[in-house]
């Protein structure tokens, strides 16, 4: 009896510890586990010894099944923003948590705009709403750029002033809403409501990433597309780390201008017939090519929080270059589908040990729910008829 005694008052010592332990370690939320990005940011955490509690709005998100994520939590869909809000705050209430950190665009912006009620129970890095209003409207990111002298395509205030086409028709909010339109007849046929149409930048994407501290940067990267899906431009399926001065500059002057706090993406493309950046968007989030900036040696998840707890950080100015980082599943697939004539490039990378990707063998489950997704993904673009052209095909004229 006294042994067994001995053998349970030794466990019921290692639980103490262990609660302990868990009490003692820095706890960040981290939204929208669903997200390729997220689990970027879910492993970079962890590795570093935070416990890290995924959420989403949704049981089944990828980073749930990460080895790093140590809780998980699902909350309303932040469309339903008093109640996404609501469930935050009784979470903090009942729950200590050092830091917030939102992912995807609808949670930021949310949690940007009731910054002020957060901060009464974690910290919470983002820009505020001012600044996040200006850089989540394209029309408004647009103008502000302008004024500062930083290129942007041609826009077109009503339908007479189009003089050439394609065009492209893009949401107000958030990325991924455009549509390609080749003619008067095809734009006639569409809603162009909270749109704005610009003229088609032809070229190669670029992007430009930083870190701030209420207006001053922190740490930089920049980035060239590889492949991208859909592939008449979107979302990178593969992409490489770069330097350009020039590049680096307009991106810190627009996020400046904005007093800006936070990360954010400033999306570029170089214009093929002059040869010049033009402003596409600010990301005032993080972005999809996460993996990338880690891979070359900018840890933005970390850096975040790390400025977040600590109310600056040591800033990080340098980086690995021509570091190329691709997403296979469902990003990739997606791409070589649309395109078959990547596949000798993309079989090329996989025995590339210099190419990196989000595969990780010692933290496989988030990818077979990604391979697993991926199928359901690929279905959904046959039914619809729009693997190769989800967003239209650009004609350019002769």
């Known amino acids: ?11 019921s010592v290692q639980i103490d510890k262990l609660n302990n332990q868990v009490v003692n370690l820095q706890k960040v939320l981290i939204t929208d586990a669903g997200y390729k990005h997220t689990l970027g940011a879910v492993r970079s955490l962890g590795k570093k010894g935070f416990y890290v509690i995924a959420g989403a709005s949704g049981k089944h998100a990828q980073s749930f099944y990460s080895k790093y994520c140590n809780e998980s939590v699902i909350y309303p869909d ?40 957060l901060l009464n129970y974690t910290k919470v890095p983002v820009a505020d709403y001012l600044s996040m209003r200006i850089a989540s409207d394209k ?10 002298g ?15 086409y394609p065009i492209v028709a893009k949401g107000i909010y958030e990325s991924g809403q455009i549509r390609y339109i080749n003619s008067a007849e095809e734009l006639n046929r569409i809603s162009l409501s909270n749109h704005i149409l610009q003229e088609y930048i032809p070229g190669e994407g670029f992007g430009f990433y ?17 492949r991208e899906f859909p592939i008449t431009g979107g979302s990178s399926t593969a992409a490489e780390s770069t330097y350009d001065p020039e590049l680096k500059e307009l991106g810190l002057t627009l996020l400046k201008a904005l007093n800006w706090h936070g990360v954010a993406m400033v999306e570029f493309k170089k214009d093929s017939r002059d040869n010049k ?7 005032p989030k993080f972005w999809g090519s996460l993996d990338l900036s880690i891979a070359s040696g900018v ?36 791409h070589i589908l649309a395109n078959p004539g990547s596949t000798k490039c993309i079989i090329g990378e996989i025995f590339d040990k210099k190419a990196k990707s989000n595969i990780a063998l010692d933290d496989i489950k988030p990818n077979l ?3 697993y997704q991926t199928g359901s993904i690929i279905i959904r673009h046959i039914r619809n008829n729009d693997l190769k052209y989800p967003h239209g095909k650009p004609e350019r004229k002769a």
């Not at 029309?139 to 500062?148: D, G, N, P, S, Y």
């Not at 950046?277 to 990301?283: A, V």
Request: include cysteine.
């Open 1 to 11: 009896m006294d042994g067994e005694r001995g053998r349970d008052l030794g466990v």
């Open 78 to 117: 932040p469309r339903d923003e008093r109640r996404f809000i609501d469930f935050l705050l009784e979470y903090f209430q009942k729950n200590k948590v050092d830091v917030l950190l939102p992912i995807g665009y609808l949670a930021t912006v949310v949690i940007s705009k009731h910054k002020d009620e």
């Open 139 to 148: 029309c408004q990111t647009m103008e502000v750029a302008r004024e500062l």
């Open 150 to 164: 930083i290129p942007t395509p041609k826009e077109y205030n009503s339908i007479d002033d189009i003089d050439t």
């Open 210 to 226: 930083a870190l701030f501290n209420k207006g001053e940067e922190r740490a930089i990267f920049m980035h060239k597309r590889l």
């Open 277 to 283: 950046y033009k402003l596409m968007e600010i990301n």
């Open 299 to 334: 840890d933005f998840p970390y850096l975040t929080v790390m400025m977040a707890l600590n109310g600056d950080v040591q800033s990080v100015f340098g980086y690995d270059r021509n570091v190329k980082f691709r997403w296979p599943f469902p990003d990739d697939i997606q």
């Open 369 to 371: 729910i990604q391979l």
